[in-house]
Structure formats: structure tokens, C-alpha cells
């Protein structure tokens, strides 16, 4: 299924955060900065990145729903949509 700009808004604003929280990671490290903080950093990066990945699952699974009830076939199985949200759980 290929990425609309509709599905992947909030995933992509999600990411974009992501990235900043991960230089800033990169930064403490780089700086020597406590293990406590920088872990505590890492695993909200960690954290925004699963819930990207979430969301466009999310809206794959509602695009598919309304592909279904318009009488089309849908570009992914439910089979195939539970294998990617199982691969991020």
C-alpha cells in the first residue's frame, strides 16, 4: 500500500519531532551528559517512533476499511496489516 499524504500527516509530524529528540540524544551523549537522562530521552524517541509506526498502521486499517465498504478491493489483506502491527509490538 503506498503512502498518501492523507495516512501519513500526524506519523510524519511524529517523526519529524523524533529526529530532533534524537540529535539532542546524540548531543547529550556527545557531551557526556548523565546515563540516567540520556536514557530517559532515548526511550521517548524510542517511544514517538512506535506510535509513528502505530498511526500508519492505524490509517491503513481505516483506508482498507473504506476501500471494503465501497465495494473495492482493499491494497492489503487484515492478515497483512496485523504482521506489520505485530512487527512493531
Not at 500500500?1 to 547529550?28: F, S
Not at 517512533?49 to 476499511?65: N, Q
Not at 482493499?74 to 497483512?80: I, Q
Request: hydrophobic share 40%; with cysteine; charged share 35%.
Amino acid at each position: 500500500m503506498k503512502l498518501r499524504p492523507e495516512m501519513t500527516g500526524d506519523a510524519l509530524t511524529r517523526l519529524k519531532r523524533a529526529r530532533g529528540q534524537l540529535n539532542a540524544v546524540i548531543e547529550m551523549m556527545e557531551d557526556g551528559q548523565d546515563c540516567r537522562d540520556v536514557l530517559t530521552q532515548l526511550a521517548a524517541v524510542s517511544k514517538a517512533i512506535d506510535r509513528a509506526g502505530f498511526k500508519i498502521i492505524a490509517s491503513g486499517m481505516r483506508h482498507c476499511s473504506a476501500a471494503r465498504e465501497d465495494g473495492e478491493q482493499p491494497e492489503m489483506t487484515e492478515e497483512e496489516l496485523e504482521k506489520l502491527f505485530l512487527a512493531l509490538a
